[in-house]
């Protein structure tokens, strides 16, 4: 039987044993009769046939044209159309066949709707999203969408497309999981592309470290944020080369002459000493490129799911022809390449949302205070339907900052959210990103990249970009306005001083085109350093796998498409190779027993490669984990608050420069703790771990096990993931696969008269758990193979590059 029809089986077994979502147990498996009934339940989700061409004609006035849909052996689809309406409604629909209950989903998510589907256990999960102004942020998007008369055509026919598809579906086809979880989907609308657009907002900007950051500085002091989190380690280097001349005047800001204290930190006493979404991009100048044209590499790190975040399209029109992969919910081509261009992306994790503690007249909330008077919230009802229960009505208060999130409950809603203060969030700005991808995907030299970045603005990107003769890359987004280190802590809600000053203006904005050293890249590091004269965030990834990518690249010529793939798939660990040579120096002189001495010569003769079939890297993840843990968890433990933890490279900066600090003594011991104390301690704590998780000594520690790489189904059902995918890599390595994190999407372009591109993800193209095509790219996907993507610059005829045809006509 084949692999999918088993997995259906499985799944159905333990989905009427146990069915979870988000963490959050839910409410009664579907009615058992419509789930197995053999016509219209699970079983008719098995593909067991191969897929023919077919002719669909739609109602009058769904299409101006005939469209020609080509799918290839990857199940990819390359939509042929006469003109862009009907492309883009082309693309919703056949991404709808693909993965229509992911895309309803995830917006049913963003929205905070799943109590409607599941019942009252994901209530406080829809309370939260509701509250945070998930919905308000997309209705604003909405608005800016279908204000511009080209993003609205898409967005219209785009939905048009999707609901054409659910128009032909009857109970029998729908997605496997809304048979499991007993409801129907609901017409696609323009909001829920908003939703979708903010939810990936909330993904890759939705962090913040304000009341950890405060709690931090009453506990610690300054001095300890001075000294321990803010040096940059000497092997930084940002993604703006450093040296880089700035020619703009900057915009002066005002700041507050004394430091704001917020009442939340009253309760916590100063400290007495004793009585961690990364990822990769570069573009290589055609300087140091066997064909001579430019190069474009990216894959962006997430959380890898079945169904994958992307879905792989080629949409074609007489304006534009483009290949890459899209979000399953948005017409366009997000990241990708056309026939002039390329362009990918990572997160550049800016400080865009910001907490303002609030003084309220009184418990109605009805007025707040701010510069010297009174004003009047405004208040938003929320309706939350519950699936067998009454609708839950919740009132959410907004002042002009933006909501506060939290008013009621004695537990916090998420650890990191204060009561009774008010969020600021970028996700909340008036914006329509949807206008620059439908942009980038024609553009045809980088002065349509420049234009086209004009008008994207959240979440914050460091987009990369190549042509013929040039590479560049812009550290995009919307900034605010701010002061030094404004925003990292905690906010006077009712000074003007602490609110946003305003936006650097989009030629302030740090970029680089073609620059001397023949590359520019990314790896979500510190996008300038201390030159660049705007404050932009504190907290950006660790330097290892920037510079490891820049130093290959560096030293490279000649370059090809197989030596980017290569590079992608680059293990080398910057961390191990730094503090490592420290750690075993310590142990040399410490007798130990025949395992453990296995295991240092194990790490002793270690190249730093984080490959799956050695075991040092277990070794070595595990040790660290356990020092990282005994230099900090007496102090951190001390007191019951959220605190903002050294980095991985701040530890180990720490570790190599200051053999004394006194963070080594273990505040609960009567002994006096050194660095040697906590190196061997730690030692013999990392090989009982691996003992406890993974038995004796031996192959079971080997990398690729113990790097726990599942590949999980996105509401968490049962038999629908993949689990233990045998991977190398690590956080700190440009393969930064570690537990279900790691490369979404690998593409590499090679720009030129005709470009060649290579692409791939973990997962598939179908969303169907009983498709072959569900998940057929996870294996190639884990040695480092690129698929070649057909990209035609015609329709093309019958041939063995098409798999089969679905031609769209009209009446």
């Known amino acids: 039987m084949a692999n999918h029809v088993i997995r259906l089986l499985v799944s159905a077994a333990a989905t009427l044993l146990l069915f979870w979502l988000l963490s959050i147990g839910v409410g009664p498996a579907p009615p058992l009769g419509p789930f197995l009934n053999p016509a219209t339940g699970f079983w008719a989700n098995a593909v067991t046939d191969k897929p023919a061409d077919r002719i669909t004609t739609l109602p009058a006035g769904a299409l101006a044209d005939t469209v020609g849909i080509h799918v290839d ?27 229509l209950w992911q895309m309803e989903f995830q917006t049913h998510a963003a929205a905070g709707r799943l109590s409607e589907i599941i019942g009252p256990g994901a209530l406080e999960y829809d309370r939260y999203r509701r509250r945070i102004g998930m919905v308000y942020a997309a209705e604003q998007a909405r608005e800016e969408m279908l204000g511009h008369p080209e993003t609205a055509a898409a967005v219209r026919a785009y939905a048009d497309g999707v609901n054409a598809w659910i128009n032909e579906l009857g109970k029998a086809d729908y997605p496997l999981e809304y048979k499991i979880l007993d409801y129907e989907p609901e017409r696609w609308t323009p909001l829920k592309t908003a939703l979708l657009l903010k939810s990936m907002t909330y993904t890759l900007a939705g962090s913040n470290q ?33 040296g880089t001349e700035w020619s703009f005047d900057p915009i002066p800001v005002q700041k507050p002459d004394s430091t704001f204290r917020p009442s939340v930190v009253d309760d916590i006493p100063p400290f007495r000493p004793d009585p961690l979404n990364g990822s990769n991009n570069w573009a290589v100048s055609g300087s140091k490129t066997a064909s001579g044209y430019p190069l474009l590499a990216n894959d962006p790190h997430l959380n890898m799911t079945l169904p994958s975040i ?27 390449f056309n026939e002039e261009v390329a362009w990918g992306t990572t997160n550049v994790s800016a400080d865009v949302w910001d907490w303002y503690e609030m003084t309220f007249r009184d ?27 009454e609708t839950v009505v919740d009132t959410v208060v907004y002042t002009h900052h933006g909501p506060v999130v939290q008013t009621s409950g004695k537990e916090p809603m998420r650890s990191h959210i204060p009561k009774f203060h008010a969020m600021r969030w970028i996700a909340y700005e008036p914006s329509n990103e949807l206008r620059y991808f439908l942009d980038i995907n024609k553009a045809e030299n980088y002065e349509d990249y420049r234009r086209a970045l004009t008008h994207y603005r959240s979440p914050a990107q460091n987009w990369v970009f190549a042509d013929s003769s040039d590479i560049a890359l812009t550290v995009a987004g919307r900034y605010p306005l701010k002061w030094e280190q404004q925003g990292r802590f905690v906010s006077d809600g009712s000074d003007p001083r602490y609110d946003w000053q305003g936006w650097i203006p989009f030629d302030h904005i740090p970029s680089v085109r073609n620059p001397k050293r023949g590359f520019v890249s990314s790896a979500n590091q510190d996008p300038t ?23 290959r690249l560096a030293g490279m010529d000649d370059i090809t498409p197989e030596d980017m793939q290569q590079l992608q798939m680059d293990t080398y660990s910057y961390h191990a190779r730094t503090v490592l040579p420290r750690l075993l120096e310590d142990l040399k002189g410490h007798t130990l027993s025949g395992r453990k001495r296995e295991a240092l010569q194990k790490l002793t003769s270690w190249n730093y490669e984080n490959k799956g079939d050695l075991i040092a890297p277990s070794l070595f993840a595990y040790w660290w984990e356990a020092l990282e843990a005994a230099i900090w968890d007496d102090e951190y433990h001390a007191i019951d608050a959220p605190m903002e933890r050294p980095a991985r490279d701040q530890t180990a900066r720490m570790i190599l420069a200051d053999s004394a600090a006194r963070w080594y003594d273990d505040m609960n011991t009567v002994e006096t703790e050194t660095l040697d104390d906590l190196i061997e301690q730690s030692f013999h704590r990392a090989f009982r771990q691996l003992s406890r998780e993974f038995g004796s000594f031996g192959e079971h520690w080997k990398w690729g096990y113990v790097n726990n790489t599942n590949i999980g189904h996105l509401a968490r059902v049962p038999g629908l993931g993949r689990r233990e995918v045998f991977t190398g890599g690590a956080a700190e390595s440009v393969n930064a696969v570690r537990g279900s994190h790691g490369p979404s999407w690998r593409m590499v372009v090679e720009l030129g008269p005709r470009p060649r591109a290579y692409g791939i993800y973990p997962g598939g193209q179908s969303g169907n758990p009983g498709s072959p095509h569900y998940d057929d790219m996870i294996d190639e996907w884990t040695k480092g193979t690129l698929y070649p993507l057909w990209f035609p610059k015609q329709q093309p005829a019958r041939a063995d590059s098409v798999a089969y045809s679905i031609v769209l006509r009209k009446p």
Do not use: C
Request: hydrophobic share 35%; aromatic share 12%.
């Open 529 to 551: 350093g201390d030159a660049y004269p705007y404050y932009l965030d504190d907290d950006f990834a660790p330097y290892e796998r920037g510079r490891r990518i820049n130093d």
């Open 363 to 389: 418990s109605t909330l009805s007025e707040y205070r701010y510069d010297g008077t009174w004003r009047s919230t405004q208040k938003r009802v929320e309706q939350i339907e519950v699936r067998g229960q």
């Open 210 to 242: 304000d009341l950890q950051m405060s709690n931090t500085r009453a506990f610690f002091g300054d001095a300890f944020i001075r000294q321990v989190l803010d040096p940059d380690p000497r092997l930084n280097d940002p993604v703006i080369p450093a």
């Open 73 to 99: 052996k990857h199940n990819i689809p390359h939509i042929f159309a006469a003109n862009d309406r009907d492309l883009y409604f082309a693309q919703g629909y056949i991404t709808a066949r693909d993965r």
């Open 310 to 336: 992307w879905y792989a399209v080629q949409l074609h029109s007489p304006a534009q022809n483009v290949m890459g992969v899209s979000l399953p919910g948005a017409p366009s081509v997000i990241v990708g």
